[in-house]
């Protein structure tokens, strides 16, 4: 059974401070991990993706993989009011031509 | 990264009515796209995936007579929401990946459906 989990939030932080959100997954197969940012009425925008164990750097967003444990995180560096959004989760699990997503994270950046 | 558009970007339409819901990928080809909805405050949900020149995988749960799917050439997929009622109405994405970044999916900008 292929799940991706996340906390529902909301994640309330201020402004500048770093926003931690994580994700868990439960198909040790899971090959490809991404995450999207959802603005209130919009479709979700692909802002990270990481494939290996460890740590990718882009921008403010840090996206980190690990394996062994199941989960995924993207630390938000510097978090701005504009950040505010829902976080989705996503992995491909083989066998499944589409994504598997989270049902979201919202975060809240309190300027 | 890829572009994907929906036209129309939202549509108001009467009870009984048919909507069609175009999903194009401007510059690439894709062979498979995929049907989201999703309701307000709550999470995606997939309906079905969409396949160029056969038919397309819906979802359990998800009536194929109602939602049809055609996804004609490798940069255009329709959604045709039949016979309407105002529980259908909700936020309808397509998505779509390159051939170059498989793994990697990309959203259109979504048409939000109203019936009345």
């Known amino acids: 059974q292929k799940e991706v989990e996340q906390n529902s939030g909301p994640l309330s932080v201020p402004e500048g401070a770093i926003a931690s959100l994580n994700c868990t997954y439960s198909?040790?197969?899971?090959?490809?991990f991404f995450w999207y940012r959802q603005y209130s009425g919009k479709s979700p925008e692909l802002i990270m993706f990481i494939y290996s164990n460890g740590d990718k750097e882009d921008g403010r967003f840090t996206a980190q993989l690990n394996k062994a444990s199941q989960y995924v995180s993207l630390l938000i560096r510097d978090s701005q009011p504009s950040d505010s959004a829902t976080y989705l989760c996503a992995v491909k699990v083989p066998g499944y031509s589409t994504l598997t997503f989270g049902k979201g994270t919202m975060l809240l950046v309190s300027p | 990264g890829a572009v994907v558009s929906q036209h129309p970007s939202w549509v108001i339409c009467k009870s009984g009515t048919s909507v069609k819901i175009e999903c194009r990928s401007l510059?690439?080809?894709?062979?498979?796209m995929f049907w989201y909805r999703q309701f307000p405050k709550q999470s995606l949900m997939l309906m079905a995936t969409s396949n160029e020149g056969s038919k397309a995988t819906y979802e359990q749960g998800v009536e194929k007579d109602k939602f049809l799917i055609n996804h004609a050439s490798l940069t255009l997929s329709t959604l045709t929401v039949t016979s309407a009622h105002p529980e259908d109405s909700s936020f309808y994405i397509c998505?779509?990946?390159?051939?170059?970044?498989?793994?990697?999916?990309?959203f259109g900008p979504g048409t939000r459906l109203t019936v009345t």
């Open positions: 198909d040790r197969g899971s090959q490809s």
């Open positions: 510059d690439f080809q894709a062979t498979t």
């Open positions: 998505s779509a990946s390159p051939p170059s970044s498989s793994y990697e999916q990309y």
